[in-house]
């Protein structure tokens, strides 16, 4: 028996990739109304490649990283995982109190007590949620750094612990219409997929058993111009007024930062980034980040949180 826990947000909860019925028992997110179709997604279709698969889907829809080690992790040790996965992110840079120390630090304790538990760990780099959503460049900027900046923290712990690490972010497939749903933040049918497939892979080049893997093509059409137009009418035009109070100001003063002190905005080299924290059991810090921020600068002026003085 392999017992699978999969850890993260509602791209791992299989949101995007919509059916009536999936194995393993239990592995399907509820349907919201009866007679609507459950999620299945790339959990779900990963473990059914896995020998003898139990499946303990602990995703929860709009979780960052901090829900993840607050709510999830206690129940996936409890568990004792052969096989974990943790992948989460895009959250944490849709909303404005974005903390590359905070996010760094929960990261590395998640992913080392899932390995400190012999858990045989997957990670993710995630792709520009920007670039995804199609947002202007003024505003997609400031979304690449955050999510350049949070995969510099998977990146590190993958490293430092030895997870089997997926990078999206530079996996062209990612990037293909097809693979995402008409909200255009979570994967298609085929996008789901994809992300199965590319786990898979990984868990066999490690010598993990696994059986056939995944098939590549969906089973149900990919979302219609129809769909689209349906998404932007209900769940887009809500989803649009709630960032519109908090994320579109905050990407603003961002953009503003960035105009004032006339700084380059390559995604790949982040001008302003804010410093992460060094990880908790080790001294160096996160390699890639900018330069350290004064402890007493302003979070105003350099749009980083204050650093606390034990981190100085």
């Not at 206690?74 to 004792?80: E, K, M």
């Not at 089997?164 to 996008?191: K, T």
């Not at 003063?253 to 990880?279: K, N, Q, V």
């Amino acid at each position: 028996m392999t017992r699978f826990v999969a850890l993260g947000d509602s791209i791992t909860l299989g949101i995007g990739d919509p059916v009536r019925s999936c194995s393993p028992p239990g592995g399907c997110e509820a349907a919201a109304r009866p007679g609507r179709p459950g999620w299945r997604g790339w959990a779900v279709l990963l473990a059914e490649a896995l020998p003898e698969p139990e499946l303990h889907n602990l995703a929860a829809n709009g979780a960052r990283i901090a829900d993840v080690e607050r709510d999830q992790l206690p129940r996936a040790l409890q568990l004792r995982p052969d096989v974990a996965s943790v992948v989460v992110g895009v959250n944490d840079t849709l909303r404005p109190n974005f903390d590359p120390a905070l996010i760094a630090a929960a990261v590395a304790h998640t992913v080392g007590a899932l390995r400190a538990a012999d858990a045989a760990v997957l990670t993710m780099r995630m792709p520009d949620p920007g670039r995804m959503l199609g947002v202007p460049g003024v505003l997609a900027r400031p979304l690449a750094r955050r999510a350049h900046e949070f995969n510099l923290a998977m990146d590190a712990v993958a490293e430092r612990f030895g997870t089997l690490h997926f990078d999206a972010a530079g996996d062209p497939e990612v990037y293909s219409p097809h693979m995402w749903a008409a909200d255009r933040l979570h994967p298609s049918e085929r996008g789901h997929r994809l992300i199965a497939r590319r786990f898979h892979g990984l868990l066999a080049a490690a010598g993990h058993p696994v059986g056939p893997s995944p098939d590549p093509e969906p089973g149900n059409p990919p979302p219609s111009r129809l769909d689209e137009l349906a998404w932007l009418a209900t769940k887009g035009t809500a989803w649009v007024l709630r960032r519109s109070t908090d994320l579109i100001p905050s990407l603003l003063a961002m953009a503003f930062r960035e105009w004032r002190y006339g700084r380059a905005a390559s995604p790949a080299a982040p001008p302003d980034a804010c410093p992460a924290a060094p990880l908790d059991a080790g001294p160096a810090a996160l390699p890639g980040a900018g330069p350290a921020t004064p402890p007493d600068a302003d979070p105003a002026e350099t749009g980083c949180p204050r650093r606390p003085a034990a981190a100085r």
